[in-house]
C-alpha cells in the first residue's frame, strides 16, 4: 500500500511539473541543441539543403577579424558601463538616502530612462549625435566651439563612445534603485552606534553601507556583463554595428550574418560562442555564491 500510494504521489507531482518541462523542452532545450547541430552546416537558413561542414564555421570564426571586434566591444561596453554605473548609482542611492526635499520626484526622474525601450532611446539620441543638424552640435556651433563638432556617430573613435554613453544614460537610474532599497534594508542601529563612536559619513560609507551592499554589487555586475553580451538594440538604432564595425556587437553581428549575407551556419557558431561565455559567467556567479553562503554558515 505504501509502495502505491509514493507511485501515485510521485505521478502526481510529475504531473505538476509537465507544463513547465514542456516550455522548457521546447523554448529553451530544442532551440540550443538545433542551434548546436546548425553550427556545423553550411546553410542560408531558407534552402532545404544543408550542407555539413564539420568544424569549417569554427574555424572562420576564431580567424574573423569582426568576430574580435565584437569581442573587445563586449568587454569596453562591459566593463565601462560595470564600473560607472554602479559607482553613479551608489552615489546618486547615497544622496538620495538621507531624505531630501523632492527626493522621491528625483528618483523617479532619474529611473525614467529604464523603462523606455532602447528603440526609442536610441531614436531619441540619433537626432541628438546626427553631424548636420544634430542638437548637440548645434548646441556648440551657438556657443562658438565649432572645433568640437563632430560626426559622432560616423566616426569609429567617437561611435562606441556615444553608445556606451547613452547606455549608461539609461540604464543608471536602475542600478540607483537597487542600491537605495537595499540601503533602506541596513540597520540604523549600526550608524548610531558608528557615530557614537565618532565615526563620520565617509567612513560609515566605507565600513557599513559598502560592505552590506555586497550582493548588490554582484548582482548588478552580473547583470551588466549579461547585458553587454546581448547587446543589440542600441547599436542597431544608432550605428547598425558601424562605422566600420566599430561598434558591432555578437547580436548586430549575428543578425548581419542571419538576415543580411544569409549565412545561417556561421551565425549559429556565433551564437554557440555567446552561449558558453554565457555559462562560464554563470558557473563563476554560482560558485561565488555558494562559497559566501557556506562562509556566512560557518560564521553562524
Not at 505521478?11 to 518541462?21: A, E, G, K, Q
Not at 559598502?210 to 548588490?216: A, E, I, Q, V, W
Request: glycine letters at 4%.
Amino acid at each position: 500500500m505504501n509502495f502505491s500510494r509514493r507511485k501515485k504521489d510521485s505521478f502526481t507531482s510529475f504531473l505538476f511539473v509537465t507544463p513547465l518541462l514542456v516550455l522548457f523542452l521546447v523554448f529553451f532545450a530544442y532551440p540550443i541543441i538545433y542551434n548546436i547541430i546548425i553550427s556545423f552546416y553550411d546553410w542560408n537558413g531558407i534552402s532545404l539543403n544543408k550542407v555539413f561542414n564539420g568544424f569549417a564555421n569554427y574555424k572562420k570564426l576564431l580567424a574573423d577579424p569582426v568576430m574580435w571586434k565584437c569581442f573587445r566591444n563586449f568587454v569596453w561596453i562591459a566593463v565601462s558601463t560595470t564600473l560607472i554605473q554602479s559607482v553613479l548609482g551608489i552615489v546618486l542611492a547615497s544622496f538620495f538616502i538621507r531624505k531630501i526635499r523632492f527626493s522621491g520626484f528625483y528618483r523617479i526622474l532619474f529611473y525614467l530612462p529604464a523603462i523606455c525601450t532602447p528603440t526609442i532611446v536610441g531614436t531619441v539620441f540619433s537626432k541628438i549625435f546626427e553631424t548636420n543638424r544634430g542638437y548637440l552640435n548645434v548646441i556648440l556651433r551657438a556657443m562658438h566651439l565649432d572645433f568640437l563638432c563632430q560626426p559622432w556617430l560616423a566616426t569609429p573613435k567617437t561611435a562606441l563612445i556615444c553608445l556606451i554613453f547613452v547606455n549608461i544614460w539609461q540604464w543608471t537610474g536602475y542600478s540607483m534603485l537597487m542600491y537605495y532599497t537595499n540601503m533602506l534594508n541596513i540597520p540604523k542601529d549600526l550608524y548610531e552606534s558608528a557615530t557614537i563612536d565618532g565615526a563620520g559619513s565617509f567612513k560609515q560609507f566605507l565600513y557599513i553601507t559598502f560592505p552590506l551592499l555586497k550582493g548588490t554589487h554582484i548582482t548588478l555586475i552580473l547583470l551588466d556583463i549579461l547585458g553587454a553580451l546581448k547587446f543589440f538594440d542600441l547599436s542597431y538604432v544608432l550605428t547598425k554595428g558601424g562605422p566600420a564595425h566599430a561598434t558591432e556587437t555578437f547580436s548586430t553581428y549575428i543578425y548581419n550574418k542571419s538576415f543580411n549575407t544569409f549565412k545561417q551556419g556561421e551565425a549559429s557558431t556565433i551564437v554557440v560562442f555567446m552561449f558558453l561565455i554565457a555559462m562560464i559567467l554563470t558557473v563563476i556567479q554560482l560558485k561565488y555564491y555558494y562559497k559566501n553562503e557556506k562562509e556566512e554558515m560557518s560564521g553562524r
